[in-house]
């Protein structure tokens, strides 16, 4: 579904805060994500695990650093 208005509609048709409010698709294949794909627009990813939150970033060497 597009909004022809150019506004940015997130999921259940309300509006989107930032681009990465509205959602992406991720492809796996088998246990396999491409970390292109999740850092495809930010260099930066939050990971929500139970009750907890890390950040996963992409440093300017191409190394990814998890932090808590």
């Known amino acids: ?39 495809s627009s930010e260099r930066e990813i939050i990971i929500v695990h139970g009750e907890e939150t890390y950040r996963l970033r992409l440093t300017s060497q191409n190394k990814l650093i998890l932090t808590k």
């Open 1 to 39: 579904m597009s909004a022809p208005s150019g506004d940015k509609i997130g999921v259940a048709g309300t509006q989107a805060e930032t681009p990465s409010e509205t959602g992406k698709m991720l492809i796996m294949r088998g246990n396999r994500l491409d970390s292109r794909e999740l850092f």
